[in-house]
């Protein structure tokens, strides 16, 4: 096995999926704990403190403790280079989430022990089943009260349709959670809490061991040795295969927030996840191992450092290595090209690096050339990778500036938050940029949108609700667009690409164009 082989092999990159509140934010940062990337973790909940999660560093997420953008956190632990993609577990940016799980080669999903699966957790689920990534279950939150394990594992296997293979289980929960025992090592964890430090109390204990009364009470013993039984009795074994494929996820029960059980998780998940998986470039597979580079874009953010007011386009190596100064070639583009001061992520923490493998996770500075999605490989090549698809909006606004001195401003904010994927801009044919209709995915978006404009861009915009539900692209027409027969309340707009598209007030307007315009197709989904 050469260098690059071994490197390339050594990398995870994963997504933490959750339901807002369900620990995901708090798991993350211990996985970074446990690496040495941080010393303390920060509290989401303290608002007041000057104490954030390292993850969330745009100003409105630490005012509110929500995550609203996807972070990129690399760190090392164990002999492995881990790529942590922290999402945003509130619906409004489901989008950003979607986009993020496709860097992603793995997926840990987290669940309130107390409320089981959520609606947001189904959502993100059926993105990684689409995609046919590997879960695994981070069930959190078990020193509180919580529901019975049993019941969690039916709910999970029912709602979300995947097998579960409970990797460990838990002894009690609430103030009666006495840790953890490993079903495969056949041993008790047995922790004491520690105030979320990194080094956690842990005595391993077996079960037959005569002293296990003293760590976990007889009750609790007995109450044990009757799920065990239950469990050796009905489970097959741990089918790998299945759990690469995403059929089979891997359970762990534990609690972010005092590390009962975080590091076991953490190894374990280390050993059953794939290294770097291979890409679809016009159907045929894109070994990660190659190697001539290749990457594709998935975020583009601007201003994370205000001091700079610059725009970062974060790229997921797909195969090869790449090193700092390397020519490269922009497909969409079409033009080569040196990737200007790349950069490696700990949240808006940053450092230059000299070089990166497929796996990793990198940041370039972006003077307004790339789109998400864009492919990026090595010179002597010519592909892309397939498109991120865009999701339709379901909430729209009319959107202009309130200083006319400020145009330009208002242009170049909407104009760059937009190619983030955060918004879509439309405009209706034949009028400037002096308003624009903005819609998104959630209506959270929209406070975002208007705190970024005054903070990032000094614009104050007013922003006018319109009453549109429906949004479809035109992919073919049987006549100009223009000339098309709608009804009065649908209305005609092209995006920044000079797509044009319909939106509707009702199902029944679609209904209505789709008969009087003989030969029209309307997409809900589009891929540049």
């Not at 109390?201 to 976990?216: K, P």
């Not at 994370?304 to 190596?317: E, G, P, Q, S, V």
């Not at 903005?438 to 104050?460: A, C, I, P, T, W």
Request: charged share 25%.
């Amino acid at each position: 096995m050469n260098q690059l082989q071994k490197e390339i092999k050594r990398r995870r990159t994963f997504a933490i999926i959750s339901h807002p509140d369900a620990g995901k934010t708090t798991l993350t940062e211990k996985f970074l704990l446990y690496g040495g990337a941080i010393a303390l973790a920060g509290s989401v909940k303290g608002k007041k403190s000057s104490r954030h999660a390292v993850s969330d560093w745009m100003e409105i997420e630490k005012q509110r403790g929500i995550s609203v953008t996807s972070s990129v956190l690399q760190f090392e632990y164990n002999g492995f280079c881990i790529n942590i993609l922290d999402t945003p577990g509130h619906q409004d940016f489901s989008e950003d989430t979607y986009r993020t799980l496709m860097a992603a080669d793995a997926a840990v999903m987290v669940i309130d022990g107390s409320k089981g699966v959520e609606n947001q957790t189904r959502k993100l689920f059926k993105v990684c089943v689409m995609r046919h990534i590997p879960i695994f279950t981070f069930i959190n939150k078990m020193d509180r009260e919580a529901r019975n394990p049993f019941d969690l594992i039916d709910q999970i296997e029912n709602e979300l349709g995947i097998e579960t293979y409970p990797v460990n289980w838990p002894i009690g929960c609430g103030k009666e959670f006495r840790g953890v025992f490993d079903l495969e090592k056949r041993h008790i964890l047995s922790f004491e809490a520690n105030n979320g430090q990194h080094e956690v109390a842990a005595t391993e204990v077996d079960l037959n061991d005569a002293s296990l009364d003293s760590y976990i009470g007889a009750e609790n013993r007995a109450a044990l040795m009757d799920d065990v039984e239950l469990l050796d009795g009905a489970g097959a074994g741990l089918d790998v295969e299945a759990v690469h494929a995403g059929r089979l996820s891997p359970v762990f029960f534990g609690s972010a927030l005092t590390n009962f059980g975080v590091e076991p998780f953490l190894e374990r998940f280390l050993e059953l996840t794939p290294p770097p998986t291979p890409r679809l470039s016009n159907g045929e597979s894109v070994d990660p191992t190659q190697d001539s580079f290749s990457a594709f874009v998935f975020k583009i953010q601007a201003n994370m450092n205000k001091a700079h007011r610059d725009r970062l386009t974060f790229l997921r190596i797909c195969s090869g290595k790449f090193e700092r100064e390397m020519e490269v070639y922009h497909v969409q583009g079409n033009k080569k090209m040196r990737l200007s001061q790349p950069q490696q992520m700990m949240a808006q923490e940053r450092e230059i690096v000299n070089e990166a493998y497929a796996g990793d996770i990198i940041g370039v500075f972006d003077p307004g050339i790339f789109a998400i999605g864009d492919t990026i490989c090595s010179p002597n090549q010519s592909f892309a990778f397939e498109g991120i698809p865009t999701f339709a909006p379901e909430h729209f606004a009319r959107v202009r500036h309130k200083d006319t001195m400020k145009r330009k401003q208002f242009v170049k904010g909407t104009t760059q938050i937009a190619q983030e994927g955060a918004i879509q801009i439309f405009q209706e044919p034949y009028t400037g940029m002096e308003e624009v209709i903005v819609g998104v995915v959630g209506v959270l978006q929209f406070e975002v949108f208007e705190h970024r404009m005054k903070n990032e861009y000094n614009v104050d915009i007013i922003r006018e609700p319109l009453p549109y539900q429906y949004i479809r692209w035109v992919a073919k027409s049987p006549v100009d667009v223009k000339e098309l027969q709608l009804s009065s309340d649908t209305k005609l707009v092209q995006d920044f690409h000079d797509n044009y598209l319909l939106l509707f007030t009702s199902e029944w307007n679609i209904r209505w164009a789709l008969e009087k315009n003989e030969g029209l197709e309307l997409a809900e989904f589009h891929k540049e």
